[in-house]
């Protein structure tokens, strides 16, 4: 993931032209009728919208997503001829993108497709390589916008294609795109009745597509262009679609933010969803804090950790911003400041500043002085401003998203034993046995009590956060401000912050010490706070899950016994087993290893797995997830000989 440069325009009567290409980003007598032309009737696509089944989905993906025009007039043919429960993937690579400012001048051209604009431009991202997740109308239409350049971003996509819209400015102006690469990617992508529409007609992109497989046909062209070129991809490759079964739910173990993040997920694809929890309610144990902070520690240097918190931070930030209004509220974006308490992470932020790696407008260096206006409070030091994060009260969070009609929470039901038999799992629990086609563990270090995953080299951390009522002695916070430890503005006019770190304590009691703690750290990073005394404090403690790569666990489970045998190669060469496939336990999932992260990875992992278990277009890139995959223990400990 890294800093991309946004487009650079000039105008031609409301229509954008790009200086490095010199060329429109669309036509100047009609730009709406030619999008309906080329790309909606080439892909025939009001018919294949209005034949769609209820619950079906259907995924278009664009070469160039420019101004978002195609995508503006798409989502209206979507809402007015789809099923009104189907949803519509879009997703569109760019590798210059607009800036906000320029999307809403060229947005002026078309004032009928403005209804979407301000979520649009809500949830616009910074100009960062990756995936970026975007929803609109309850999640009927998803938006994933992929920074950077086409034909690198390609390989990284997992998805099926129904239909492609081909449009990164003419082959003659922009040859490096129409690459071989770019069909052969589309036919990775593409099934049997995938069909794709373009408005260039240029000899090397019909050899192109004819050699990757698809058929061509030439029809007339917009306006002045004689001719357009639409086909389909020839294979036999069906497209898998995996049913939803709403009399049979998908079983979810565990009520805390992995599992409440991943029941919501399914619920709001339609599926109904089972919680098993142990505790009397949702959100009793690491999920259980009034308030946590929404933040992203980013390294100088790019790590698949970094790449998966800056995933994880627009996506979640993304998600608050569709949040309804509530009294109090669940999640701010009221920023946040990473302050600089040692010389060695002064130097880090300002290296963070100079890197390639991130775009001015996810975070800004300030001095004290700036900070201690920002925060509402005095601090002596400088730090890090990010603007777009804020915090979250996971608690209630937790409850909010287990809050829909296709959701059933059964508490105090302690699953102790999983067992498979004909493609469905058993689930028993101390009371009583269920039935699932699909399984979700998400029982943080509980997970490894269970059989199929005691494999998992995973451990608790204790960590103990304070309350303390936000009494008129003390400031008014109005950032999120994080030093050694957190503090989030006052939310039912208390403060939450913390917190403490421990390895190898286990008790559930707070302890003075830790409070102690806690407020020492508070008072060095923002010092008017002196007036906490410790017999006003309360608070509570939880117990983090971490991996030992620090990387959650996402992804369908492995079947330990049968990877050690198909991969024992490995223990003799490293290289080897490249083309084998991991053997799974059919339908059962885990979502767990959270860390002290949880508020931007739980909501990303939870679409990480939801599109696993149906197929559908992936918010991450492919390499990350591999990063998240149950597998990749066994596989490093076959390869360190150490089973
Ligand atoms: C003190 C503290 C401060 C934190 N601060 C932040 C922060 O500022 N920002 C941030 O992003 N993250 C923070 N985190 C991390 C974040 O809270 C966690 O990553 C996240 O809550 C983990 O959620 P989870 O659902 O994986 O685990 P949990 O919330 O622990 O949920 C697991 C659930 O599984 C249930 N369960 C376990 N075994 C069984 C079983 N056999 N049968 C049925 N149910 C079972 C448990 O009862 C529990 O409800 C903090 C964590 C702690 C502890
Ligand atoms: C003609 S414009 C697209 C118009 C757009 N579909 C719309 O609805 O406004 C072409 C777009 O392709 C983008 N582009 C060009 N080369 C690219 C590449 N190699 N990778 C990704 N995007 C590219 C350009 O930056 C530009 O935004």
């Known amino acids: 993931m890294q800093r991309i440069k946004s487009a650079s325009l000039r105008w031609d009567q409301g229509v954008p032209i790009s200086n490095k290409f010199d060329d429109f980003y669309f036509n100047s007598d009609g730009g709406v009728d030619e999008s309906n032309h080329v790309f909606i009737q080439g892909n025939q696509l009001v018919d294949r919208f209005k034949a769609l089944m209820p619950k079906d989905s259907f995924v278009i993906a664009e070469t160039g997503f420019g101004t978002g025009l195609n995508f503006l007039i798409t989502r209206q043919h979507w809402l007015a001829h789809a099923p009104d429960d189907a949803t519509l ?67 990284r996509l997992e998805a099926m294609i129904d239909a492609w819209y081909l449009d990164g400015f003419s082959p003659s102006k922009n040859p490096d795109m129409w690459q071989s690469e770019l069909y052969q990617q589309m036919a990775r992508l593409s099934h049997s009745k995938t069909s794709f529409a373009t408005f260039t007609v240029a000899r090397q992109v019909r050899d192109g597509l004819q050699t990757a497989g698809f058929s061509l046909t030439k029809r007339s062209g917009f306006g002045n262009k004689r001719e357009m070129l639409i086909g389909q991809y020839l294979t036999h490759k069906a497209k ?262 421990d390895l190898h304590y286990h008790e559930r009691e707070c302890r003075d010490s830790d409070h102690l703690k806690n407020i020492d750290q508070l008072i060095k990073t923002l010092p008017k706070f002196a007036e906490i005394k410790l017999n006003h404090c309360s608070g509570r403690t939880g117990f983090r899950c971490s991996t030992s790569d620090y990387l959650p666990i996402v992804g369908e489970v492995a079947n330990f016994s049968e990877t050690v045998k198909r991969f024992e190669n490995l223990r003799y060469d490293a290289q080897s087993c490249q083309h084998l496939s991991v053997p799974r336990l059919k339908g059962l999932f885990v979502n767990i290893g959270h860390g002290s992260k949880g508020l931007i990875t739980c909501p990303i992992s939870a679409g990480v797995l939801v599109t696993m278990m149906f197929n559908q277009p992936n918010p991450l890139p492919k390499d990350l997830i591999e990063r998240l995959d149950p597998a990749r223990f066994i596989l490093r400990d076959l390869t360190r000989r150490r089973i």
């Open 89 to 155: 993937h879009f997703i569109s690579f760019e590798k210059y993108p607009l800036s906000a400012e320029d999307m809403m001048h060229a947005w002026q051209s078309w004032p009928h497709l403005n209804d979407c604009n301000t979520a649009l431009l809500q949830q616009y991202p910074p100009a960062t390589e990756g995936f970026h997740s975007l929803s609109f109308d309850q999640g009927k239409v998803k938006l994933t916008l992929i920074f950077g350049d086409l034909l690198e971003q390609l390989p």
């Open 240 to 501: 898998i679609s995996v049913e939803l079964c709403p009399d049979l739910p998908v079983i979810i173990i565990g009520a805390g933010l992995a599992g409440a993040c991943t029941a919501r997920a399914l619920a709001d694809q339609g599926q109904s969803v089972l919680v098993l929890e142990s505790n009397p309610k949702a959100a009793q144990e690491g999920s259980g804090n009034p308030q946590g902070a929404l933040y992203a520690k980013l390294a100088v240097k790019p790590s698949p950790e970094t790449a998966l918190h800056l995933h994880g931070l627009l996506y979640s930030a993304n998600q608050i911003k569709q949040l309804p209004v509530q009294d109090p509220p669940l999640a701010s974006l009221c920023g946040v400041l990473q302050l600089a308490l040692s010389d060695k992470e002064r130097e880090r932020q300002t290296q963070l500043c100079k890197s390639e790696l991130y775009p001015n407008s996810l975070f800004q260096l300030v001095g004290a002085a700036e900070a201690s206006q920002l925060s509402g409070t005095e601090t002596p030091h400088s730090g890090l401003f990010f603007p777009n994060a804020g915090w979250v009260a996971p608690a209630d969070y937790c409850h909010y998203l287990l809050d829909h009609p296709l959701i059933k929470c059964h508490f105090n039901q302690s699953v102790t034993h999983l067992q498979q038999q004909d493609n469905r799992w058993t689930v028993t629990t101390d009371k009583r046995q269920y039935h699932a086609e699909y399984v979700v563990i998400c029982t943080a270090a509980d997970a490894r009590k269970l059989e199929q995953l005691d494999h998992l080299p995973t451990k608790p951390i204790r960590g103990q956060t304070t309350q303390v009522s936000a009494t008129d002695n003390l400031p008014a916070l109005k950032t999120v401000v994080c030093g050694e430890g957190y503090i989030s503005p006052a939310r039912q006019q208390s403060y939450c912050f913390g917190a403490t770190f």
